[in-house]
């Protein structure tokens, strides 16, 4: 048996609607669009959440709070754990940098928090902008040092 021999499976493919192809057709004349109307004419295409002309409901729920258009909102600190930090020598400096390029983090021009899940076997300088209580205890136990950097904003 080979894809040559292969029998169709009926109704899987339909025939094209050809419609404005005469009376003969079925679909001819209006060519199914019916009587007159906004769906009847080329281009009728409304926009999403179009509601024929009333005030549409994004209009009608009130709004709260403000939100900076240029900006986006703040942006989110990228969460570094004690325990990747493993992977790094003894006495190296970590900074965002090294972060990205080992992986751990996906962009070094965004700020780093540095949490406190795991344990960290290294004595090594760790530089970011953030950092829980924990993960200071954990760093200073270890014999590394953290620096943290002044977050702009």
């Known amino acids: 048996m080979d894809v040559t021999t292969i029998p169709r499976v009926r109704g899987a493919r339909h025939r094209k609607k050809r419609v404005g192809r005469g009376i003969g057709s079925g679909h001819g004349k209006t060519s ?3 009587q007159k109307g906004q769906r009847a004419r080329t281009g ?3 926009r999403p959440g179009f509601e024929g002309g009333r005030n549409p ?3 009608r729920i009130p709004k709260r709070g403000f939100r900076q258009k240029a900006r986006g909102g703040a942006v989110r600190s990228q969460i570094v754990n004690l325990d990747q930090l493993n992977r790094f020598d003894d006495g190296q400096r970590i ?3 090294q972060l990205a390029e080992a992986g751990i983090i996906t962009r070094a021009d965004h700020p780093v928090k540095l949490l406190g899940d795991g ?3 290294k004595k090594v300088t760790i530089i970011v902008n953030r950092s829980s209580e924990a993960a ?3 760093v ?3 014999g590394g040092t953290l620096e943290l950097l002044k977050t702009s904003g």
Do not use: N, P
């Open 32 to 34: 199914t669009r019916g």
């Open 44 to 46: 009728e295409g409304k």
């Open 57 to 59: 409901l994004i209009r």
């Open 95 to 97: 900074s965002a940098q």
């Open 119 to 121: 344990q960290l076997t």
């Open 136 to 138: 200071k205890a954990k």
């Open 140 to 142: 200073a136990k270890a």
